[in-house]
């Protein structure tokens, strides 16, 4: 199972970026999805999070300003951020939960990681 973010890049404060994930291989189910961060010299933090059926949950810094939607036909994960500040400045991670069997748990999978840089 792999996971391929992209989208990042370099954009000034107040403008947006739209990040994807696609994940591919064998996969019989995905279940939550989401998207971390992780700024120089700082923890990856939680940014969201979807579960299969939709449900979404925002870390407090982000609520308003980005969406979380998935496809679950694309077996793809999104990341809509607006109103971007310089803080947004990190590198973000997808990440999804993946069962490969019927039978077999889930675990987590990592794509590898796309810069977002916001300038003032």
């Known amino acids: 199972v792999q996971l391929q973010a992209s989208g990042g890049g370099l954009v000034q404060a107040g403008g947006s970026l739209r990040l994807s994930c696609v994940a591919s291989?064998?996969?019989?189910?995905?279940?939550?999805m989401g998207w971390y961060r992780q700024a120089p010299g700082k923890q990856r933090d939680l940014v969201a999070t979807?579960?299969?059926?939709?449900?979404?949950d925002y870390a407090d810094s982000v609520k308003g300003r980005f969406t979380i939607s998935r496809d679950n036909a694309k077996n793809t994960v999104y990341l809509q951020m607006n109103s971007l500040k310089a803080d947004d400045t990190a590198v973000y991670y997808c990440?999804?939960?993946?069962?490969?069997?019927?039978?077999?748990?889930?675990?987590?999978?990592w794509g590898q990681g796309t810069l977002v840089t916001v300038s003032s």
């Open positions: 990440t999804a939960s993946i069962s490969t069997h019927p039978w077999g748990p889930a675990q987590a999978y």
């Open positions: 291989g064998n996969i019989f189910r995905i279940n939550s």
């Open positions: 979807i579960t299969k059926d939709y449900r979404t």
